[in-house]
């Protein structure tokens, strides 16, 4: 399997796992729990990592969890107007595609303007330190292990 599948499968299973549990999070509750969302969803999150950590071992070690941000960014817009239909969200509406597609189109900075709006943002934040922590780690792990040689 080449680097590029492995980095887009890392994207799309950081988008999952964080917007999944997310998703559920607001269909099961039917509103915002923002303890939930705040503790369940990065919780998750690294329990996925760290699956994945052990099966793909060091060799995309800084990869992993960089990618896995990526996606959380990247499909936040989508993984937010789906979370926001319980609470009577239209974004995915035909009449709201367009607006739905401009929003998609600013990834970051949608997605940080509609989590605040779900409840989202403490979670994502924090999920996103330690994904960025993770990979400090495996990077200075690497280092050392390269000086080692």
Do not use: C
């Amino acid at each position: 399997m080449s680097k590029l599948k492995f980095y887009s499968l890392f994207l799309l299973i950081g988008a999952l796992s964080y917007w999944l549990t997310d998703i559920v999070i607001h269909f099961i509750l039917r509103g915002t729990d923002i303890i939930s969302l705040t503790i369940v969803v990065p919780i998750v999150v690294t329990i996925t990592y760290f699956y994945l950590r052990k099966k793909i071992g060091q060799q995309f070690a800084v990869g992993l969890p960089m990618f896995m941000i990526l996606g959380i960014w990247l499909f936040g817009p989508l993984g937010l107007a789906i979370g926001a239909i319980p609470g009577g969200g239209t974004f995915l509406e035909s009449g709201n595609l367009k607006d739905f597609f401009a929003f998609f189109a600013i990834f970051p900075l949608s997605t940080f303007v509609m989590s605040t709006y779900s409840g989202s943002m403490a979670g994502l934040f924090l999920t996103t330190m330690l994904l960025i922590i993770f990979a400090m780690i495996a990077r200075k792990k690497n280092i050392a292990s390269n000086k080692a040689r």
